[in-house]
Antibody, heavy 119, light 107 residues
């Protein structure tokens, strides 16, 4: 059974930094692109970034470009999101999700981790 | 970026009803259209990908259709477990974008 567990969320001041992690199990990690998707309180889903199996390609939504960095460690079956220059509008539950190779959808999702940006 | 617009934003229905949710893309997204179901406090769940292919384990009362820019999610006979929020998503181009969601409530 595929399991994804995010961690690293919490309360951070505007302008601060935070690193999210996602531990994956029950899958061959290198068979998947990996994505981060977020959801502000009471709002809809927003795709944030994704990364190819070998880390050679990364894509971001414009609102986080230059501030967020997605990365992965295939030896540890882990995905990361390094977030800096955080803003109030980055407050959200952050989900990691798998995207099978040669497919164009996110099929497995973690339960999410809440990031709150507030002074 | 490709804009995805769902209608309606909310919908009241009863068990046994046939329900249709629409999703329109701001430009052609070919077959790169997915549907997700989300319940309060839970992660989204993939229902349908590639316009009409049911994800494994999804009941056959769910179906998807459409082409180009106009797509539809249909629930043929609503069950109690189906009351949730539904999102369409395009994966034709980056950034991937979601519709604003359709909240399906019990009448």
């Amino acid at each position: 059974e595929v399991q994804l567990v995010e961690s690293g969320g919490g309360l951070v001041q505007p302008g601060g930094s935070l690193r999210l992690s996602c531990a994956a199990s029950g899958l061959t990690f290198t068979n998947y692109w990996m994505s981060w998707v977020r959801q502000a309180p009471g709002k809809g889903l927003e795709w944030v970034a994704n990364i190819k199996q070998d880390g050679s390609e990364k894509y971001y939504v414009d609102s986080v470009k230059g501030r967020f960095t997605i990365s992965r460690d295939n030896a540890k079956n882990s995905l990361y999101l390094e977030m800096s220059s955080l803003r109030a509008e980055d407050t959200a539950v952050y989900y990691c999700a798998t995207n099978p190779i040669y497919r164009d959808y996110e099929d497995h999702w973690g339960p999410g981790t809440l990031v709150t940006v507030s002074s | 970026d490709i804009q995805m617009t769902q209608s309606p934003s909310s919908l009241s229905a009863s068990v046994g009803d046939r329900v249709t949710i629409s999703c329109r893309a701001s430009q052609s997204i070919r077959t790169f259209l997915n549907w997700y179901q989300q319940k309060p406090g839970k992660a989204p769940k993939l229902l349908i990908y590639g316009i009409s292919t049911l994800q494994s384990g999804v009941p056959s009362r769910f179906s998807g259709s459409g082409s180009g820019t106009d797509f539809t999610l249909t629930i043929s006979s609503l069950q109690p477990d189906d009351f949730a929020t539904y999102y369409c998503q395009q994966t034709s181009s980056t950034p991937r974008t979601f519709g604003q969601g359709t909240k399906l409530e019990m009448k």
